[in-house]
């Protein structure tokens, strides 16, 4: 008897492998045609109209066509909706129920990276895409000492940020600081512990080398220190790798997907040198955890580098629970947090690992978490570009309003620059975001 056709699906969602290196993955007339197949979908299910702006777009382009139907809306149109796409994954991972293996096979981000990569091939990216995409070259450049203070103090002129918007960049958004004391740097000089103190348990070595990333290794420093005395606390050494780049989530984002298999080409050595030593990997930016978790195995399916450095890299909270649980983590907790409202990356949530920093928060005592789920609308660059800006705050907004309700002692998210979009959307003079790493490193005393 044939299996009845049912709406939706029960089963756990599978990801097919990006088939990137076939020529007609580029093929602009399959992809939109795959796109008029996908919208036509999703246009009769709308459950995932408040995730981005990406489905309201999408919605109003068909309610506002002559059908009312897809097949109303002209294909250039369907451009609007990949603009708007930045690969959060929520609807994937949280809402779309007719992913693979149902038989409408439907992987929206996937479908929109594609989309990304077709326009790439064919035109390549916008002189400030490319800039804020090139997130070493910009790092490296703006970290120069007496560099960093010039363009710090730029980027906080109002009269430069008008300038800069003729660039592209909203002159509202918050451009992140850049930092010539790099958290390579600060780690190198204050780490402690030798490798031989390392406790092992059925999950982790007890041996921790931080892939830094980009973005903490030059605009939030003081976070990757503050992890880096957290995990000596806690009596895990702490290593870098001899060197590493960008992880490419921002070319990806772009659709380079040549730019991210070079990055893969520096990075894979390196973590796997130390995984082979023993050691376990651990990235601050869900992302760039996203990236090493997901993306690269999904681009590169075969490669038994990327299967093994995705078996051995972890969330920061992700790494500290499990060593809870083999009681190996310390709770000799100095200073409460009070009340603390945490907002949860959206790169975070589809690693599928459960809440971990809230559970973590919550060992320490006379401290309470309210978690914040919905997305900050940040991205990376989604919120910085001017077309986008104001959308970006508008996404924001349910996020605003639980935290202007809460009022809590302290917020932040493991993103820093979801922190960063949450900051620019509250009232001047509002406290700054305090990432949960730092958080932890108050609630120790150290």
């Known amino acids: 008897m044939a299996t009845p056709k049912r709406e939706g699906s029960l089963e756990a969602a599978t990801r097919h492998p990006l088939d990137w290196k076939n020529p007609e993955f580029y093929d602009e007339a399959t992809v939109l045609k795959e796109m008029e197949r996908v919208f036509d979908l999703c246009h009769g299910c709308r459950r995932c109209v408040s995730l981005c702006n990406s489905f309201p777009t999408l919605f109003d382009l068909v309610d506002n066509s002559e059908s009312m139907e897809v097949d109303g809306v002209q294909k250039e149109d369907y451009w609007q909706v990949v603009d708007h796409c930045y690969l959060c994954d929520l609807c994937y991972m949280t809402k779309c129920p007719y992913t693979p293996p149902h038989e409408w096979n439907i992987d929206f981000p996937h479908l929109m990276l594609r989309a990304k990569a077709v326009r790439f091939k064919q035109h390549g990216a916008s002189m400030r895409d490319k800039l804020l995409s090139s997130t070493d070259l910009v790092g490296n450049l703006a970290g120069i000492p007496v560099v960093s203070q010039v363009v710090n103090t730029l980027n906080q002129n109002t009269t430069f940020r008008k300038g800069l918007a003729k660039f592209g960049v909203h002159p509202n958004a918050i451009v992140p600081a850049y930092h010539s004391k790099t958290a390579r740097q600060l780690i190198n000089a204050e780490k402690t512990l030798e490798p031989s103190v390392a406790e092992p348990t059925a999950r982790t070595t007890g041996k921790v080398a931080i892939f830094t990333t980009c973005y903490g290794n030059r605009n939030t420093p003081d976070t990757l220190a503050d992890l880096m005395k957290v995990l000596e606390h806690n009596g895990l050494p702490v290593a870098l790798m001899a060197k590493e780049q960008c992880c490419g989530m921002p070319k990806l984002e772009l659709g380079d997907l040549e730019a991210v298999a070079a990055a893969k080409e520096v990075n894979i050595p390196q973590m796997l040198a130390m995984i082979q030593d023993g050691w376990d990997i651990v990235a601050p930016i869900p992302s760039c ?146 990432h949960p790493l730092t958080m932890l490193r108050i609630a120790y005393g150290l």
Do not use: W
Request: aromatic residues 8%; glycine residues 6%.
């Open 289 to 434: 955890v996203l990236m090493f978790k997901q993306e690269l195995p999904l681009m590169f399916p075969e490669d038994e580098g990327v299967k093994r450095v995705k078996q051995r890299i972890f969330d920061p909270f992700e790494y500290l629970i499990l060593r809870h649980r083999e009681g190996k983590l310390k709770t000799d907790f100095k200073q409460s947090l009070g009340k603390v409202a945490y907002h949860t990356a959206c790169h975070l949530r589809v690693q599928n690992i459960g809440y971990k920093t809230r559970e973590m928060l919550e060992l320490i005592p006379d401290t309470k978490v309210e978690l914040l789920e919905r997305c900050s609308g940040h991205d990376g660059t989604y919120a910085v570009k001017a077309e986008f800006h104001e959308i970006s705050m508008k996404i924001c907004r349910p996020i605003l309003n639980k935290l202007k309700q809460s009022k809590p002692d302290y917020y932040g998210s493991d993103c820093p620059m979801a922190g960063d979009q949450i900051e620019n959307g509250l009232d001047e003079g509002a406290d700054a975001p305090t």
